[in-house]
């Protein structure tokens, strides 16, 4: 399966911004997937991610994002969504998003989408 990230853009402190990654040439449903963000100069950090359906569909948020970030998932679209509300400054980072059997996901990569937040 390849994963698509896209829906990032510009946005003001305090904005709200929703990705999407999308699935070809498989399907989501055995797959856990996660959201990772990369910023200039750091590693790649996990953000969240959420379990296969076929397991307990389950979700994990890193401590940053806690309470602002929402990762849900549209089996019938095939797709992942990261709802992001409260942006901050250090969240401008390139998206991506990524397959695994278990949490974090982050198997394989695709192209990331790129998140600004201008203050």
């Known amino acids: 399966v390849q994963l698509q990230a896209s829906g990032g853009g510009l946005v003001q402190t305090g904005g709200s911004l929703r990705l999407s990654c999308t699935a070809s040439?498989?399907?989501?449903?055995?797959?856990?997937i996660g959201w990772f963000r990369q910023a200039p100069g750091k590693e790649r950090e996990a953000v969240s991610c959420?379990?296969?359906?076929?397991?307990?569909?389950?979700?994990e948020y890193s401590d940053s994002v806690k309470g602002r970030f929402t990762i849900s998932s549209d089996i019938a679209k095939n797709t992942v969504y990261l709802q992001m509300n409260s942006l901050k400054s250090e969240d401008t980072a390139v998206y991506y998003c990524?397959?695994?059997?278990?949490?974090?996901?982050?198997?394989?990569w695709g192209e990331g989408t790129q998140v600004t937040v201008s203050s």
């Open positions: 990524g397959p695994g059997f278990a949490c974090p996901g982050g198997d394989m």
């Open positions: 959420i379990s296969s359906s076929d397991t307990d569909g389950s979700t």
């Open positions: 040439g498989g399907t989501l449903r055995y797959y856990a």
